[in-house]
């Protein structure tokens, strides 16, 4: 059975850091791996998909990278900013089915 | 394009009532899906249809019947509400799969007293 996990549940960084979030998944059979970003009490927002052919995927501050043999994904903040803190949650899509997997996310917190 | 929505935002239901939540999409997308969200849980796989007449059972079917009638929408039913499915409820879609992005409404909050 695939299991994401993602780790730490929770961050706390300084306005203006690097920062990277992890997500580990346990069988590399997937389809691709998902990015997204979810604010209090809202729904979910696709960042970054990245195919299981590609290493890492791009957009804006944000870069994602993947290494399915190893089972782990990290999206990785540039230049971090209060506006960054959300949930981030990673997800897999199976290969032999179509279900997508999700981790149970990063809460992140940028203090000003 | 409004792209998915979902109603209502909010509902309370007594324990043994039925009701519909609804999730549409203008999007043309094939694939549809249903989660709940649950603290400390994340998110688990409801139902998903892969198509209009398609529809398979996710990780917690249990308690939830959905239909695929149309392209457009995707109801979820609770057939007899339990206080176990309080929780916040999200429809998903995208184009073709599970190979493409996935967008998602923003939500019900259900609670079952």
């Known amino acids: 059975k695939q299991e994401v996990t993602q780790i730490p549940a929770a961050l706390s960084v300084p306005e203006g850091e690097n920062l990277v979030l992890n997500c580990s998944f346990t069988?590399?059979?997937?389809?691709?791996l998902q990015w997204f970003r979810q604010d209090p009490g809202k729904g979910l927002t696709s960042l970054l998909l990245?195919?299981?052919?590609?290493r890492e995927q791009t957009s804006g501050r944000l870069n994602a990278s993947l290494d399915k043999s190893s089972g782990r994904s990290t999206l990785y903040i540039a230049a971090s900013q209060p506006g960054d803190s959300a949930t981030y949650l990673c997800?897999?899509?199976?290969?032999?089915?179509?279900?997508?997997?999700f981790g149970k996310g990063t809460r992140l917190h940028i203090l000003p | 394009n409004a792209g998915v929505t979902q109603t209502p935002k909010f509902q309370v239901l007594k324990t043994g009532q039925s009701m519909t939540l609804q999730c549409a999409q203008d999007?043309?997308?094939?694939?549809m899906s249903w989660y709940r969200q649950d603290p400390g849980m994340g998110l688990r796989l409801i139902h998903y249809s892969v198509g209009a007449g398609i529809t398979d059972q996710g990780e917690v079917p249990n308690g939830y019947n959905v239909s695929r009638s149309t392209t457009e929408d995707f109801p979820l039913r609770l057939l007899s509400a339990a206080p176990s499915q309080t929780s916040v409820y999200f429809c998903a879609s995208s184009i073709k799969g599970r190979s493409y992005e996935q967008y998602f409404g923003p939500g019900t909050r259900l609670t079952v007293t």
């Open positions: 997800a897999v899509s199976l290969l032999r089915d179509d279900k997508i997997i």
């Open positions: 990245i195919q299981s052919s590609q």
């Open positions: 999007m043309n997308h094939e694939y």
């Open positions: 069988d590399s059979a997937i389809y691709n």
